[in-house]
């Protein structure tokens, strides 16, 4: 079966950065969409950034351009998560989601992927 395991969370001042990983296993990871969400306490799951199977498009949630860059490497099976000036807002649990259907689009909804990590906190302290 289709599992993802995110790493790479922690405990970082304002304005630090921290690089989240991915690693997917249960199929061919190059063929699927990935994405990151985020979830802080008593708010919906949030679109972060996404990235098409091959690596050739990407795309983000506004409050996160210029900062978040996501990429892949397809040879590791995995999906990063690069973060730089972060801020208390960006505090969170991030989980990686992959989509049941090979290739297509980008999805920006929580509601269409349908494989998801278990999760890792991102603590942003002013």
């Known amino acids: 079966q289709v599992q993802l395991v995110e790493s790479g969370g922690g405990l970082v001042q304002a304005g630090g950065s921290l690089r989240l990983s991915c690693v997917a296993s249960?199929?061919?990871?190059?063929?699927?969409?990935m994405g990151w969400f985020r979830q802080a306490p008593g708010k919906e799951r949030d679109f972060v950034a996404g990235i098409l199977w091959d690596g050739g498009t990407t795309s983000y949630a506004n409050s996160m351009k210029g900062r978040f860059t996501i990429s892949r490497d397809n040879a590791k099976n995995t999906v990063y998560l690069q973060m730089n000036g972060l801020k208390p807002e960006d505090t969170a649990v991030y989980f990686c989601?992959?989509?049941?259907?090979?290739?297509?689009?980008?999805?920006?909804?929580?509601?269409?992927?349908?494989?998801w990590g278990q999760g890792t906190q991102v603590t942003v302290s002013s």
């Open positions: 249960g199929r061919t990871f190059s063929m699927y969409n």
């Open positions: 989601a992959s989509t049941r259907r090979p290739f297509g689009a980008i999805m920006t909804n929580s509601d269409q992927y349908d494989y």
